[in-house]
């Protein structure tokens, strides 16, 4: 032996120092240890890797757990497109009658004047195109308009609040009227706030630019217009010599015209005024507006009296014809071409057809035909093709003694209830 000794735990007997087993008892005096297997190494990066997914698969679900529940805003200028229930929509702000996206939209204004431009928003469909307001708007909570100018614009705009409109291919899903005079200036933006049912909330932002214009007047003291020669002699003159974007204006003296005007190339306002007898200005032959650019052309507060044939108005821009008398033509008011222009305040008595449209273009503007008369004509009103869709009203209009009050081959929508009938 090479050492002591020592007794067995079990039964007591002495045994060396060393001994793993008692003879005695034969009871194993070293305790056993569990036989280890070998790990082969790539078991445990495996087992990092597999960990590392699961970490990432827990995370993502997270995320789009997040993603789901939790309400976005979404910004666009001019347009945006947004998906919803399995949808995708594109919106799109404008000044348009349709759903072209208008940025940045100029509108040019004289000093004197009052002005009112419509924002509207579009809602369509991404894959086909069509309109898709009506759907789109049962999700919408609310809708607002924000216009912001610089703090020291002389004149700021005021807006109403979006409407939903009843024909939104033609009108927008929803329209806001923006009013403002020649004096405003400079850029205006106009913010539509949506707040969806779900939560999220869309901005659309786009820019209406107000750039003024110089303005030329003649007048009978500056210039000789007592005869519808030296009138039109002054008209060719203003086409070859003024440029656009200048606007012209025409105070016409109240003198009768023996013979008809043409104004063709720009725009040309024609005021007319009356003396202390009563007399007004007066055309008794026919009067022909023919432009394609430029602004708005106005034709006020002028007779317009015929000797039972041809056309006592005709035009084709893009214009305003108020407080006008029609009489005594085959048909008083022809707006053609491709052009719109809106009667309001006139009076169309003894012609074969007193108002006729008859337009191929698309091109809307006013559709408030208000306060006019039509009185013994064989046809009072004549809509014969119509750009667009939008519902003209006659609010305040008189009908009486007329063949036919309305013909409407177009089957242009009209809204008639506040009109009078004779």
Avoid at 243 to 248: A, E, S
């Amino acid at each position: 032996m090479t050492g002591g000794t020592r007794p067995c735990p079990v039964c007591g007997a002495t045994l060396p120092s060393e001994a793993s087993f008692c003879p005695h008892c034969m009871e194993p005096l070293r305790p056993r240890r569990e036989a280890e297997f070998p790990i082969r190494r790539w078991v445990k990066p495996l087992r990092r890797v597999l960990f590392l997914l699961v970490l990432a698969a827990l995370a993502a679900a997270v995320f789009l757990l997040y993603q789901a529940v939790t309400p976005h805003t979404y910004d666009g200028w001019g347009e945006l497109t947004y998906h919803l229930n399995d949808n995708d929509y594109r919106l799109a702000v404008t000044f348009r009658n349709d759903a072209v996206p208008e940025p940045e939209y100029t509108v040019q204004t004289v000093q004197d004047w009052n002005y009112d431009r419509a924002a509207k928003l579009f809602v369509t469909h991404v894959d086909t195109g069509a309109d898709a307001g009506q759907v789109f708007r049962q999700q919408v909570e609310t809708i607002q308009v924000q216009v912001t100018q610089a703090q020291d614009n002389p004149s700021p705009i005021t807006w109403q609040q979006p409407t939903y409109q009843g024909d939104p291919a033609t009108e927008g899903t929803a329209l806001s009227p923006l009013f403002f005079d020649g004096q405003s200036r400079g850029e205006a933006e106009i913010q539509w706030t949506l707040r969806m049912k779900n939560g999220d909330t869309l901005l659309l932002r786009h820019k209406m630019v107000i750039e003024p214009v110089d303005v030329v007047d003649y007048t009978p003291a500056d210039c000789d217009m007592d005869t519808i020669e030296d009138l039109q002699a002054l008209v060719d003159q203003i086409q070859a010599e003024v440029p656009l974007p200048t606007v012209v204006r025409i105070n016409l003296p109240p003198v009768h015209y023996e013979g008809g005007l043409t104004i063709t190339g720009r725009p040309i306002n024609l005021y007319g005024t009356v003396d202390d007898k009563k007399m007004r200005t007066a055309f008794l032959g026919p009067v022909t507006v023919d432009v394609d650019q430029g602004p708005q052309c106005f034709i006020e507060n002028i007779d317009f009296r015929g000797s039972g044939s041809g056309t006592g108005l005709t035009v084709e821009a893009d214009g305003r014809v108020q407080d006008c008398l029609f009489t005594g033509w085959d048909t008083g008011l022809l707006v053609g071409g491709d052009d719109w222009a809106d009667p309001t305040g006139c009076w169309f008595e003894d012609n074969g057809v007193g108002f006729r449209f008859d337009s191929v273009g698309d091109y809307v503007n006013g559709t408030m035909l208000e306060g006019n008369t039509f009185r013994n004509n064989g046809t009072a009103v004549e809509l014969l093709r119509m750009p667009g869709a939008r519902t003209l009203y006659f609010n305040g209009c008189v009908f009486s003694g007329n063949g036919t009050d309305l013909s409407n081959p177009a089957n242009h929508p009209t809204y008639l209830s506040r009109a009078t009938f004779e």
